[in-house]
């Protein structure tokens, strides 16, 4: 997190292979994942380092599956200091599940994570930000599991997640088994419609002058920034994945 005058912005990352974005999911590529090269650890160390140079702490989402496999670098995320969160286990979309299935994922990614740091976690991010109109029954879901907060709810309108109307703030939502609150991540209102200016791959689609503008304009506004990006993001010899053109 970083704090300028009057506001505290938070930073986070989303802690995945590069073959395991949902942009290139498929059953056959997710029966291949233990045969890809891994390079996760040192595109986190990359950031571990930028980050320690500023003088920032983050948010790592980390996905259990990536935990499990590397635990040592759970544990360099946290002996430096940020905040440890799941990014649930096998990076699949809750619009693919059942409530049974998600509680299992996110159980054991909780329980992955806290075993490799000897503390609790408290904060948990959907794979492509996968909370919808749709799958809200997630959020009660979440409150059961323990968790304290979400960062699921992305207020835009999008082909595979968002939640057009939804509260774009951080705020606190209730549930049949309790509250937990929501921290979405950034947008801004232009006109009729709120776009999003949190980062990730729309980090990578404006041009970084138009994104500081925006992101300028939503802090002189009064609201924090919620920022996401990936390691794979930090890694300019990654490898190209086959899917669509658009992908």
Not at 42 to 67: C, E, P
Not at 76 to 97: D, L, P, V
Not at 159 to 172: E, I, K, L, T
């Amino acid at each position: 997190m970083s704090s300028i005058p009057g506001k505290v912005h938070a930073l986070s990352f989303d802690v995945e292979e590069h073959f395991q974005v949902s942009a290139f999911w498929s059953d056959e590529r997710r029966s291949k994942w233990e045969s890809y090269e891994s390079r996760v650890e040192r595109n986190v160390d990359k950031i571990l380092t930028l980050l320690s140079l500023h003088g920032i702490h983050a948010t790592f989402f980390v996905l259990g599956w990536v935990a499990l496999r590397h635990p040592s670098l759970v544990k360099a995320i946290a002996s430096r200091g940020h905040e440890i969160a799941s990014h649930g286990f096998g990076h699949e979309m809750i619009t693919s599940q059942q409530p049974a299935q998600f509680r299992e994922d996110v159980r054991r990614s909780k329980e992955t994570i806290e075993n490799i740091t000897g503390t609790a976690i408290h904060g948990y991010r959907a794979p492509s930000f996968t909370i919808t109109p749709q799958t809200r029954w997630a959020l009660e879901v979440l409150v059961e599991e323990g968790f304290l907060y979400d960062s699921s709810i992305f207020p835009v309108q999008h082909d595979r997640y968002g939640m057009p109307g939804a509260n774009p703030y951080c705020h606190r939502i209730e549930t049949e088994s309790g509250s937990l609150w929501e921290v979405p991540p950034s947008t801004l209102k232009m006109g009729p419609v709120r776009v999003p200016i949190a980062g990730g791959g729309y980090f990578r689609f404006y041009p970084y002058p138009v994104l500081r503008r925006l992101l300028c304009r939503a802090a002189a506004d009064g609201h924090p920034l919620i920022m996401y990006f990936h390691p794979w993001e930090f890694d300019p010899e990654q490898p190209r994945m086959r899917g669509s053109m658009l992908s």
